[in-house]
């Protein structure tokens, strides 16, 4: 379990852990729209994004980017000292996540989705959105990678029976979706294994939620132990 937090650390927590889980749902609903072709783009994997589809599905996965960090730097807080390597792994992991699909995404939503809205394509051909077969698509794929990375080093952060262990066991299987995500470049099906994160994550996200908010709170005004 986690230790005797502050309440802004328990807080920040809760609230990140609890924003994580409704943006990666709101994640996986649209992209299930845009698979069954709901949302202009022809179904399927392998098709790229309309406009209208780029700002439904990458809107909610950049806010997730930086609600994902913060929920790790508050697990890196309340973890107990003998434990701390690997939430501050799990940390710098989620960092490196943030800033690719940040990055990604932005680009995305303010110059290539506009300029693909209004027909002008022309030159920015590199930065197009495509899966399996563009630059930024590689970029994505990497820094998801790098997130189950970071899942992964936080199961270690925690012991205990109950929510922790069920925590912990989401942690861990998002963690093992790294090689079914990092290698869709080479082998395209192996999307379909990769989108058991739809499940493992927003799971491991809603039991942090829950451990945060059953952290018992230190009073004191410095929490020495998180130092």
């Given at each position: ?9 328990r807080?920040?927590?809760i ?21 069954l ?8 994997a392998?098709?790229?994004s309309?406009?209208?589809?780029l ?16 929920m790790?730097a ?7 000292h ?18 690719l ?16 809205a209004?027909?002008?394509?022309a ?6 959105f495509?899966?399996f ?25 925690l ?8 925590a912990?066991i ?25 989108a ?11 039991c ?13 005004a410095?929490n020495t132990a998180?130092?």
């Amino acid at each position: 379990m986690l230790q005797a937090i502050p309440s802004s650390t328990r807080n920040a927590g809760i609230w990140s852990a609890a924003l994580a889980t409704f943006f990666s749902i709101f994640y996986d609903v649209a992209q299930i729209a845009e698979w069954l072709g709901l949302m202009g783009s022809g179904g399927g994997a392998d098709n790229p994004s309309t406009p209208f589809g780029l700002f439904v599905l990458l809107t909610p996965s950049l806010l997730l980017g930086s609600s994902f960090l913060v929920m790790m730097a508050s697990l890196h807080q309340a973890t107990l000292h003998d434990r701390k390597i690997w939430s501050q792994a799990a940390l710098a992991f989620a960092t490196v996540y943030t800033v690719l699909i940040s990055i990604n995404y932005y680009v995305q939503l303010t110059w290539v989705g506009p300029r693909l809205a209004a027909g002008r394509v022309a030159g920015m051909e590199a930065f197009l959105f495509t899966p399996f077969d563009s630059f930024l698509y590689a970029v994505d794929i990497l820094g998801y990678s790098f997130m189950s990375l970071s899942t992964l080093f936080a199961a270690f952060t925690l012991k205990g029976s109950g929510l922790a262990r069920a925590a912990r066991i989401f942690l861990i299987a998002n963690g093992l979706l790294i090689p079914f995500i990092a290698l869709q470049m080479y082998v395209h099906w192996l999307i379909w294994i990769a989108a058991l994160w739809a499940v493992t994550f927003p799971g491991s996200t809603w039991c942090l939620a829950l451990l945060f908010k059953r952290a018992r709170v230190d009073g004191s005004a410095v929490n020495t132990a998180a130092a």
